[in-house]
């Protein structure tokens, strides 16, 4: 009876270590970010693929996890200039502080951008301006992410307006 007891005891401690073992730690931050949003004032006008890379993790600190952001994106009708012609290519180059506890977080991100504007290329030749430009790119928002697996990001930026988007984190 003695030595089925402390069997079972060993066995019960094995399998609760096992289980342990597998589990994530939620205060993980992701090392790569990839996701997909879909920006909007009052009509969609924007799309960007957005890549975001950990570079330093401070536990004590407000933000809990700064990210190095690259995104690529267009949009359409984003009116930079006093010619308002708005519809074009944009790139950013930024940095994104998250901070929060678990799998949900705050996002403040900041940088800046280059706006390459396509809608006068016919007229360029015509004496058409090119509103090409640079932008500041900045961004505050909501984001769920969990150290490996599904991201949810909405929120407010320069040139995506209201944004909705979804991605994947590892």
């Not at 180059?93 to 280059?114: A, Q, R, S």
């Amino acid at each position: 009876m003695k030595s089925i007891t402390t069997f079972l005891l060993l066995t019960t401690s094995c399998f609760a270590l096992s289980l342990n073992a597998q589990e994530l730690n939620s205060n993980e931050a992701s090392k790569n970010v990839f996701n997909f949003s879909l920006g909007s004032f009052v009509v969609l006008n924007s799309a960007h693929i957005t890549y975001d890379r950990l570079i330093a993790k401070k536990a004590k600190s407000f933000f809990k996890s700064y990210y190095f952001t690259t995104k690529v994106g267009g949009n359409a009708t984003l009116n930079f200039s006093d010619t308002n012609s708005g519809t074009g290519l944009l790139t950013s180059l930024g940095f994104t502080g998250l901070t929060g506890k678990g799998n949900d977080h705050l996002e403040i991100g900041v940088g800046l951008g280059y706006f390459f504007d396509s809608s006068t290329s016919d007229d360029f030749i015509e004496g058409g301006v090119d509103d090409s430009q640079f932008y500041p790119s900045i961004s505050l928002g909501y984001r769920k992410q969990s150290p490996k697996g599904f991201v949810f990001r909405t929120g407010l930026g320069a040139a995506e307006w209201f944004y909705v988007g979804f991605g994947y984190s590892f």
